[in-house]
């Protein structure tokens, strides 16, 4: 069972201050990827990182694979009250069964980030 | 374009109950991933239709069963209701192995 672990569970800082959220697993995996998910919503994708050492930037927010492809992270700069929410690591497998074959994504617990004004 | 639906948005039963959930892939889209998310976890999956065919399933008991109709929105059945049955239940539809996108979800409470 392929698990990722993700650290802290909760974060509550100021606004302007600078986070890092991190996702470890065990296992390697073909690609990961980072979901945002508010309250009564769905997951939203933000990133997919493919490549071992790979770094991806979205404005404020700098995601990392690392280099066995295992573990990955969030660093998030000068927070604002709008990046309040879930953030959900998953990693992604291929499952070749049928045509052009699936991925199956396995997702961490969550980091719960609140940023006070 | 219309994204992922899902109804209805919330859902009240007792245990032993039967329950079906409906979600309404966005256009263009065949595949379909039901996930479970209890509170204060992350999503786990249940299992994926392609084509109106399985194509995958997580660890759930035979209970939970699914079906994709032609026009690739699907259901999810859950049979003899239990209380750890409780969760937000979430449909993403996706085309073949592209991105999913995911429904605002469906929250079950089982009492």
């Known amino acids: 069972t392929q698990l990722l672990e993700q650290s802290p569970q909760f974060l509550s800082i100021q606004e302007g201050e600078n986070l890092t959220v991190y996702c470890n697993s065990s296992s390697v995996f073909s690609s990961l990827q980072w979901y945002r998910q508010e309250p009564g919503e769905g997951p939203v994708l933000l990133v997919t990182v493919v490549t071992g050492g790979e770094v991806k930037k979205l404005k404020r927010l700098t995601f990392q694979f690392g280099d066995a492809r295992k573990d990955s992270s969030l660093h998030i700069t000068a927070a604002q009250p709008g990046d309040t929410g879930l953030y959900l690591c998953a990693g992604r497998n291929r499952r070749s069964l049928r045509g052009a074959g699936s991925y199956q994504l396995t997702f961490g617990k969550g980091t719960k980030l609140s940023v006070i004004p | 374009e219309t994204g992922v639906t899902q109804s209805p948005t919330h859902l009240i039963k007792t245990r032993g109950q039967q329950v079906t959930l409906r979600c309404s892939s966005q256009s263009g889209h065949n595949t379909v991933s039901w996930y479970q998310q209890a509170l204060g976890q992350g999503p786990q999956f249940i299992f994926q239709y392609y084509r109106e065919e399985e194509n995958g399933r997580g660890n759930f008991p035979p209970r939970f069963s699914g079906l994709q109709f032609p026009n690739y929105s699907s259901e999810l059945n859950v049979n003899a209701l239990e209380l750890d049955d409780s969760a937000l239940y979430l449909c993403?539809?996706?085309?073949?192995?592209?991105?999913?996108?995911f429904g605002p979800g469906t929250r079950l409470t089982v009492l």
């Open positions: 993403a539809s996706s085309l073949s192995d592209n991105e999913q996108f």
